[in-house]
């Protein structure tokens, strides 16, 4: 006959716990990964001019 291995009170990690770290360490490294890329890209660059009335033409 085989012992039985028995924990009492010690019975581990679950599988809803497991997913539930997994998901916030993605969550994190998902955090991390995009505010590493938004500090390196640099805003776009756009240029205005601006037209000023001709005084010589008839209003």
């Not at 019975?11 to 994190?28: H, K, N």
């Not at 938004?38 to 209003?59: A, K």
Request: some cysteine; glycine content about 14%; overall charge neutral.
């Amino acid at each position: 006959m085989r012992a039985r291995r028995t924990n009492l009170g010690n019975e581990g990690i679950g599988w809803a716990s497991w997913l539930g770290i997994t998901a916030m360490l993605v969550c994190v490294l998902g955090a991390v990964g995009l505010a590493v890329y938004g500090g390196m890209i640099q805003p776009p660059v756009r240029h205005y001019e601006q037209v000023v009335p001709d005084d010589h033409l008839p209003h």
